[in-house]
């Protein structure tokens, strides 16, 4: 293909400002929020024991995150992911045994930090 001055035509990739923004633009995989992406989520609740599975930062709105944190507070100590937690000896954030309550009965993990050693409270 030749212009009518015979030069060769010349092709160069130009980015168009749609593509260069889309690319860019970063949002929560829940909402589509741009803000406030600076918080890490983990895949598996880092109260389970998981330290190796999480999203980067700028993938998950604080808010969203903050709201999982929430569930994931009331299923850990209201349900029976309280028991697994304490019998799985996973540690807390503040260095204790995890622990949990599921009706009358709490389970205490090991304070050893021993796996499948619970203590349980609330038997009468
Ligand atoms: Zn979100």
């Given at each position: 293909m030749t212009t009518s001055d015979n030069s060769p035509i010349k092709f160069a990739l130009i980015e168009t400002p749609s593509a260069t923004s889309k690319s860019k633009i970063m949002a929560c995989?829940?909402?589509?929020?741009?803000?406030?992406?600076n918080t890490v989520e983990h895949i598996v609740p880092?109260?389970?024991?998981?330290?190796?599975?999480a999203l980067e930062?700028?993938?998950?709105?604080a808010d969203c995150n903050n709201g999982f944190s929430k569930f994931e507070d009331i299923a850990q100590s209201k349900s029976i992911l309280g028991y697994e937690r304490a019998r799985l000896a996973v540690m807390t954030k503040k260095g204790k045994p995890g622990r949990g309550k599921t009706g009358h009965l709490e389970f205490i993990g090991s304070e050893d930090f021993k796996k499948n050693y619970i203590r349980a409270a609330g038997l009468k």
């Amino acid at each position: 293909m030749t212009t009518s001055d015979n030069s060769p035509i010349k092709f160069a990739l130009i980015e168009t400002p749609s593509a260069t923004s889309k690319s860019k633009i970063m949002a929560c995989i829940f909402c589509g929020s741009t803000h406030a992406l600076n918080t890490v989520e983990h895949i598996v609740p880092e109260s389970l024991g998981n330290k190796s599975y999480a999203l980067e930062k700028g993938k998950i709105y604080a808010d969203c995150n903050n709201g999982f944190s929430k569930f994931e507070d009331i299923a850990q100590s209201k349900s029976i992911l309280g028991y697994e937690r304490a019998r799985l000896a996973v540690m807390t954030k503040k260095g204790k045994p995890g622990r949990g309550k599921t009706g009358h009965l709490e389970f205490i993990g090991s304070e050893d930090f021993k796996k499948n050693y619970i203590r349980a409270a609330g038997l009468k």
